[in-house]
């Protein structure tokens, strides 16, 4: 069974090189790379979402947004566990082209072909014509995935594979689950009270596999983060204005503390605390595994990681209330006198 391992291995070695070193089309395969990199993707679907849910947009609409993004952070997550959990190393040594060098060192899977997977398996279920058009697209990526350098074929089939599992599991979640009909009824907060509260923790996610990918996925966790903050600051501030009187003197003021007070209460519910607190647990977490258990370090790492950020859906809520009523009870009093 080993020399059958090993021989598949060697084949699968000598395709690739083969498929790479007779690469015409390199422009061609970078302009594919590109088309399915997980950072635009993740950019424009989070900020799809955010319009679809504050415009109120047909609820089918917003359930597919939804689903989108559930599957790309998904996707994300699962197949950087899986690389980190292989460690395969790549075939070819990318050169420093921007955006094309990978933001992790590892090969299996690939990440490109399972996001192409996933993204045709969600389309499909809102737009079977379309995705029928597009059934290639997974095939087509994970060719040029191999022709750049970039992976074995073997990665690129287990990829497709992951991609189409991680998609089936997104396309089970059942509308109801989704239905905006609820909240647009309420005064709910779009920026608290849905699910793009969870990007406010987007930094904490980055942070969590900053030893297992390079610095700019790091770097664009933070941007996601600070983006969210921002967009809440902007939308607090705009409702202000909106709601106030064009007669009222004070109304830059309020303006202002409005969008300051948001940024006060985001620094500590998004930033502060949650950092603070996942790092203890996962502090704590290690010590208790490693007097109680024979993990290797790695797995160990691995497990501290995994339990921190499933912390993340328990504390959000509690720390949220915790901080708006100490803001309530200290600052808000000194600076709402000033309204």
């Not at 079977?128 to 060719?143: E, R, Y």
Request: aromatic share 14%; charged share 20%.
């Amino acid at each position: 069974m080993e020399r059958v391992f090993f021989l598949i291995e060697d084949v699968d070695k000598e395709l690739t090189h083969k498929l790479y070193i007779r690469n015409v089309y390199q422009n061609a395969c970078t302009w594919i790379e590109w088309s399915v990199h997980g950072f635009p993707w993740i950019f424009f679907s989070v900020l799809a979402l955010i319009v679809a849910y504050g415009k109120e947009f047909d609820a089918e609409i917003q359930h597919g947004l939804l689903l989108l993004n559930l599957g790309l952070f998904f996707d994300l997550t699962l197949i950087a566990f899986l690389k980190f959990a292989f460690q395969r190393q790549r075939p070819m040594e990318c050169k420093g082209q921007f955006l094309e060098n990978s933001v992790d060192i590892y090969s299996f899977p690939s990440g490109h072909t399972s996001r192409a997977a996933m993204l045709l398996k969600i389309l499909h279920a809102f737009h079977s014509t379309t995705a029928i058009v597009l059934f290639p697209l997974p095939f087509i990526v994970g060719i040029s995935r191999v022709a750049l350098g970039r992976h074995y074929i073997s990665d690129v089939v287990a990829g497709a594979v992951f991609g189409y599992l991680e998609g089936v599991i997104i396309c089970s979640i059942p509308k109801s689950m989704t239905d905006n009909a609820a909240f647009a009824a309420t005064e709910n907060d779009l920026f608290r009270d849905s699910p793009v509260r969870y990007l406010g923790y987007a930094n904490e996610v980055g942070e969590a596999f900053r030893s297992m990918v390079r610095p700019l996925a790091v770097k664009f966790s933070y941007i996601v983060a600070f983006g969210y903050v921002t967009a809440d600051a902007v939308d607090k501030g705009y409702k202000t204005y909106k709601n106030t009187s064009k007669n009222d003197e004070k109304k830059v003021t309020k303006v202002g503390i409005s969008a300051a007070d948001t940024l006060i209460w985001q620094t500590f519910a998004s930033v502060l605390i949650p950092g603070f607190t996942i790092n203890r647990f996962c502090h704590f977490s290690n010590l208790a595994l490693t007097k109680v258990s024979k993990l290797p370090v790695a797995t160990r790492k691995w497990t501290v990681t995994l339990l921190g950020l499933a912390t993340i859906p328990f504390i959000i809520h509690p720390i949220d209330n915790f901080v708006e009523i100490s803001m309530n009870k200290s600052i808000r009093r000194v600076y709402n006198d000033a309204k």
